[in-house]
């Protein structure tokens, strides 16, 4: 079959963690609307935040009342965004009423009391009721309804006005990291409606997007900055099937660093980053963007990759894709359709969803030099589906020479839109010295870094991420973290051993 982007020889894929197009990126265009849009025939605005426009209902001692969706203090902009999100998957409690996911795309001021009919309209009203209920430390729950303005995370927003965003690109199941992740790399979660424990321990022992590159004779790279758990990155023990592909690598960040600079990326990387983790004040700093940590180190760690692709002598025959794995609880205001495809008939076993219905929102960015400064993009005009993470599956294939409809990858990566035609054939995007110069460094890295929280960083250095997690979840003072730090120090084995009963 035909190459999509012939023009592309090299594609690096960063997912970052848990924000929303709203909570990263609302106010991208808030003063003027963007250079170019695709399709053509699609609005010319970008669809993000108007101040005053969008709030969320809680119960006050006063009523009901609406608190509006607003950028981040200044004061407080290095601080949490949440500061913790108690209910990331589609469910969370026993009882009759529903706290999670659902329950912020579906409740108001009260919370519903059961999954939600098929077609009905998502009002993206019970964010704040549903934040609020459990955790209301600092800021009384608003936290989950502020964002952030370019000002205060310059470097994505910097990126998303100089190369293409889309508004329209949504998480691929309406729950947590796990289930998301597998969606991008293998087409499905295999039924499962969230992470299999609080752990965030499990495996999907599928073929993935990588295995079918391989396949196809594609060289690959997987880079990380952690190790997971059992002496691999989350990404290689996840996903067991990636470790059996051809002619690839797995190696630790600066592996990717120094094959950038040499101009010996290979045809596909994936980039894994520092994983970030937190409960109340204990937590662990990340590049992940995951909260409660600082989401500034993972703004200079996306300037960072980026400074790297782009100076590297591949650059221009290069397509940098940013995404983000789900939202994490962070407000957005357009609702996900119903018209998700379900990938292999399974239904889920907890609550019986159909994967029928999207995620919400999540930033989602494509850089190279065949892409106009200044683009917005939603799917092509002749689809009735959305993008979703199957859509960077069915792309790559594509790219690849591989048709997805024999790639064994489920039928929505099938039915997803591609993205090729956001690409121009030839050149589109020539930066001046200056607007370069922003792009690749200043002195903000430096002062970014420097405000970041390291609570922990110290106390968990070299230990494998999933034990961090599993400390964190399970400790209720920095007491009891220190004595589980201990006692695993005492016996890694024996206690990583634990978190897989």
Wanted: one cysteine or more; glycine letters at 8%; hydrophobic letters at 35%.
């Amino acid at each position: 079959m035909n190459r999509v982007m012939p023009q592309i020889e090299n594609i690096v894929y960063l997912m970052l963690e848990n924000r929303s197009l709203d909570n990263v990126l609302g106010w991208l265009y808030e003063k003027d609307k963007p250079k170019h849009v695709y399709p053509q025939n699609s609005s010319p605005l970008y669809d993000g935040l108007v101040k005053g426009k969008f709030s969320n209902p809680a119960h006050s001692w006063k009523g009901v009342q609406h608190y509006p969706v607003e950028p981040i203090p200044t004061k407080d902009q290095h601080q949490r965004v949440p500061w913790y999100d108690p209910y990331e998957a589609m469910r969370e409690g026993s009882g009759p009423e529903w706290n999670g996911v659902m329950n912020q795309l579906f409740g108001d001021q009260n919370k519903i009391g059961g999954m939600p009919k098929k077609n009905s309209k998502a009002n993206m009203l019970g964010f704040l009721q549903d934040y609020y209920a459990s955790y209301m430390a600092l800021w009384k729950g608003l936290d989950a309804m502020w964002s952030y303005t370019p000002a205060q995370l310059p470097h994505i927003n910097a990126l998303a006005r100089a190369y293409a965003v889309s508004d329209r690109w949504f998480s691929s199941v309406p729950t947590q990291t796990n289930p998301n992740r597998a969606f991008s790399l293998c087409g499905t979660s295999l039924g499962r409606e969230a992470n299999a424990n609080l752990r965030a321990l499990e495996q999907f022992d599928v073929p993935t997007v990588i295995n079918r590159l391989a396949d196809a004779g594609k060289s690959w790279g997987l880079y990380y900055e952690d190790i997971w758990h059992s002496n691999q990155c989350f990404t290689a023990y996840t996903f067991p099937q990636i470790g059996k592909a051809k002619k690839g690598e797995i190696a630790e960040i600066d592996t990717f660093l120094q094959h950038a600079k040499a101009g010996r990326l290979p045809e596909f990387s994936y980039l894994e980053p520092k994983w970030g983790y937190g409960k109340g004040a204990i937590f662990t700093q990340g590049h992940d963007y995951h909260p409660p940590t600082d989401v500034a180190p993972g703004d200079a760690f996306l300037q960072k990759i980026y400074t790297a692709i782009r100076q590297s002598p591949q650059w221009q025959h290069t397509l940098f894709i940013v995404t983000f794995d789900e939202h994490g609880g962070t407000y957005d205001h357009v609702s996900p359709p119903w018209s998700a495809v379900n990938p292999d008939g399974k239904i889920g076993s907890k609550w019986g969803f159909r994967f029928d219905l999207y995620g919400v929102r999540v930033p989602t960015l494509l850089i190279s030099p065949y892409i106009a400064p200044g683009t917005v993009f939603r799917q092509p005009a002749e689809s009735k589906l959305p993008y979703d993470h199957t859509s960077f599956i069915k792309t790559v294939l594509l790219w690849a020479g591989v048709d997805p409809a024999n790639a064994g990858l489920g039928k929505r990566v099938i039915a997803a839109p591609p993205f090729d035609a956001v690409l121009n054939d030839t050149v589109a995007n020539t930066e001046t010295v200056e607007q370069q110069a922003v792009l690749t460094g200043g002195p903000t890295t430096q002062d970014e870094l420097a405000a970041a929280p390291e609570t922990g960083d110290e106390l968990f250095a070299g230990m494998p991420f999933a034990s961090v997690r599993e400390i964190i979840n399970s400790s209720s003072n920095l007491e009891t973290v220190k004595a589980e730090v201990a006692r695993f120090k005492a016996d890694p084995k024996a206690f990583e051993a634990e978190l897989e009963k």
